[in-house]
Nanobody, 125 residues
Framework: QLQASGGGLVRAGDSLRLSCAASGRSFSSFTMGWFRQAPGKAREFVASINRSGGDTFYGNSVKGRFTISRDNAKNTVTLQMNSLKPGDTAVYSC????????????????????WGQGTLVTVSS
């Protein structure tokens, strides 16, 4: 089970930190990712981090502004969002996935098996 938190209403240029807490003892065996979905738009890949935390990948629209990290001891994954823009407004969801035994990032939502409920981020101009 995944539980995302940390969303809210902020102004453009502000920062926000999202957290995703996972239950269970196999957290470190999953690649973790963040996706977002704005009203009327398709789900968009935001960021992914591999099992060990040594590799990350970001969507073009957030690269350089967002940072994904994980703490396998605490079963948490975090998305630090800086320099927020109105275009970042969306429901952000965390997800856990596996691709066999490979310790890689995953960029496609269909490769994620478990999803959190999402947390709303609203950025005003």
């Amino acid at each position: 089970q995944l539980q995302a938190s940390g969303g809210g209403l902020v102004r453009a240029g502000d920062s926000l930190r999202l957290s995703c807490a996972a239950s269970g003892r196999s957290f470190s065996s999953f690649t973790m990712g963040w996706f977002r979905q704005a009203p009327g738009k398709a789900r968009e890949f935001v960021a992914s981090i591999n099992r060990s935390g040594g590799d990350t990948f970001y969507g073009n629209s957030v690269k350089g502004r967002f940072t994904i990290s994980r703490d396998n001891a605490k079963n948490t994954v975090t998305l630090q969002m800086n320099s927020l823009k109105p275009g970042d407004t969306a429901v952000y969801s965390c997800a856990a996935g596996q691709f066999g035994q490979q310790d890689i990032v995953l960029l496609v939502d269909r490769l994620y098996n478990y999803w959190g409920q999402g947390t709303l981020v609203t950025v005003s101009s």
